[in-house]
């Protein structure tokens, strides 16, 4: 069809009959084509396209060259002398020129004045569109609670997953194809940074910070531990570099802190535990001599990980170009709960992306359950942060996001600078529950659903008004297929992310918890901060499950002193004459250099 199609614009004007006879052969071909289809062969399914791809680029410069052809076709044979005898050679070359022009012009205004789409179709496509939007608004319950029954009654699920409700277009929102299918909606606020007056003085004292992105002010940190494994399932974590627990972000709100932990339970272990054993005194006559203390069996360590390297910790401001905030929801929610966060730090001129994870928000529902395994969830946040990561990043999950936020920082230890986890849990491996309400089949699910948004909304927020009910439906949480709902639940099985990999973590880490949190226990946010190296832990006494939506200003504020704070090393060589000791929590042993100052209540 090409090679015909240039046959005939090529030498149209040597040849004026092959269009005709093209139009004949292209009526015979579709007639016999046809009849071939319809009676002695199978009819092959159709598969829809959007265009015909690269071929239209070819039709186009197909047609672009033939004009050039007929024009010079029409100068070389003489016609245009015969038709005008009183030109001379050059006006005919002249003429020929022009009349290229005027054609390629005539060309363009064609292919701007009609459209690809008719205005009266994009009319009526919109018009579908919206009427379809206000029919699922108007009916979402009723038709959960119908489609539960038939499915119940008849056993079959619905063939069809999407998203549930996609978010209106906006500014800042795009489309990021992961994987071929696989598409992800992204919001990506780039703020308008103006560069900063600098004057000759400033040249002069700070050449090199004027130069950078303000990254000269930036603390090197020692970051050392030992991580011993024994086979009686036994951690014992040894901190031999930079202790930074003592020095607590000055928050105004939380009483629990990881170091305070640790510094309680710590002289105790060490008395019995690593102390000499005591020479007993002679028995005097008459007394019992005292039986002698059991001795201890020395173990064999099963794993041994040393960690030793330096890392460069630094305030990051708005202001700085080299600074990106990645936000990662959890399950059943969608970018739509960073809302508040996003405004305050663009305003104050941070870089964020917030993504949708595949099955929720506007992002693409694959009807297949392995789409939504962490392994696989985990590959598209790792497209996102390499397609949009800078030269220090920070990371902030909640719930579920926390893990992939975890991944990430494992990963990628030199671009990930900073990361916040928001009731994020223990650190301990991932294994879905068995006995779980979500591994009953999507019909059931789809009966329960209302049930289900009840429960989140009454466990998920710590007070359950009509102001939480607006942020749960502004936030698009908890609003998600009841297949895709499933899947996720089924697919958190993740093995690796146990304790060792979460000692191994060199990165600044702030914890943040709900007081009302019925979801993630405060002993597992404990927990967590005993086994990170550098671990802040916050407790928001108004907040629960869902904190960045009930409590804003609080966790905007929190969040952003925790990007400015850089550690104080001036006291670096003082904490380092403090004498090692161990402690033993919950069956993890911690030993860690005494702090240098009591914590703060």
């Known amino acids: 069809m ?65 004009i050039i052809v007929n024009c010079y076709l029409i100068g070389q044979c003489g016609q245009l002398q015969r038709l005008f005898p009183w030109l001379s050679p050059e006006m005919v070359i002249i ?70 409700e996609s978010s209106e277009p906006a500014d800042a929102f795009e489309f990021v194809e992961v994987k071929p299918g696989r598409v992800l909606r992204v919001r990506h606020i780039i703020p308008e940074r103006q560069s900063p007056v600098v004057t000759e003085e400033d040249q002069v004292k700070e050449p090199e910070q004027v130069k950078g992105s303000g990254n000269s002010n930036s603390s090197s940190v020692h970051c050392k531990r030992k991580i011993t494994v024994y086979r009686n399932g036994q951690l014992v974590i040894e901190n031999l570099g930079d202790v930074l627990h003592s020095q607590i972000l000055q928050c105004q709100d939380g009483d629990l802190e990881p170091c305070s932990t640790v510094e309680v339970e710590l002289a105790d272990y060490k008395e019995v535990t690593t102390s000499p054993e005591p020479t007993p005194p002679l028995p005097m006559v008459g007394e019992q001599k005292p039986a002698a203390p059991p001795r201890r069996r020395h173990r064999k360590p099963k794993r041994t990980l040393m960690i ?123 294994e879905p529950s068995l006995c779980s309400i979500f591994q009953l089949p999507s019909c059931v699910l789809h009966c329960l659903s209302p049930c289900l948004a009840w429960s989140f909304l009454k466990a998920g927020f710590a007070r359950q008004g009509a102001k939480e009910k607006q942020l749960l439906k502004q936030g698009n949480a908890f609003n998600v297929n009841p297949f895709v709902l499933r899947a996720m639940m089924s697919g958190q099985y993740w093995p690796e992310g146990d304790e060792v990999y979460h000692a191994e973590l060199t990165v600044p880490i702030l914890l943040v918890h709900g007081m009302y949190d019925k979801f993630v226990p405060m002993d597992e946010d404990q927990r967590m901060a005993e086994i990170l190296l550098f ?5 928001i006494e108004e907040g629960s499950h869902m904190v960045m939506m009930e409590c804003p200003d609080t966790v905007n504020t929190l969040l952003h002193e925790f990007f400015l704070w850089e550690p104080d090393m001036s006291k670096k060589d003082a904490a380092k004459t403090d004498a090692d000791k161990t402690v033993t929590v919950n069956g993890v042993v911690v030993q860690t250099p005494k702090p240098n100052k009591p914590m703060e209540k």
């Open 2 to 66: 090409f090679i015909q199609f240039g046959y005939v614009v090529l030498f149209s004007s040597a040849f004026p009959l092959a269009a005709m006879w093209a139009l004949i052969n292209n009526i015979i071909e579709i007639r016999s084509d046809a009849l071939k289809l319809c009676t002695g062969l199978q009819r092959p399914f159709g598969q829809r396209v959007e265009s015909i791809g690269q071929w239209q680029t070819a039709m186009e410069a197909m047609g672009l060259i033939a």
């Open 95 to 164: 003429s020929i020129v022009v009349l290229e022009h005027f054609a390629i012009l005539l060309k363009y205004i064609i292919h701007v004045a009609i459209p690809d789409i008719p205005g009266w179709v994009a009319d009526e496509m919109a018009k579908l569109e919206y009427r379809r939007r206000e029919a699922f608004k108007a009916g979402t319950m009723l038709t959960s609670i119908t489609d539960g029954i038939l499915c119940c009654l008849t056993g079959k699920a619905t063939s069809l997953v999407m998203p549930v």
């Open 308 to 430: 030793d390297s330096e890392r460069e910790i630094s305030s990051c401001k708005g202001t700085h170009s080299d600074v990106a905030l990645f936000f990662v929801h959890g399950v059943g929610g969608s970018l739509d709960i960073w809302g508040s966060q996003l405004d305050f730090f663009s305003r104050l001129g941070y870089e964020v992306i917030a993504p949708d994870m595949a099955g929720h928000g506007a992002s693409t529902a694959p009807h297949i359950a392995a789409a939504y395994t962490f392994y696989a969830l985990a590959e598209d946040m790792r497209a996102i942060f390499k397609k949009y990561a800078r030269k220090r990043n920070i990371l902030i999950g909640h719930s579920y996001g926390v893990s992939f936020c975890t991944f990430l920082a494992h990963e990628y230890p030199d671009q990930v600078h900073k990361v916040v986890m928001i009731n994020g849990g223990g650190p301990t491996a991932l």
């Open 535 to 539: 671990a802040f832990l916050k407790v």
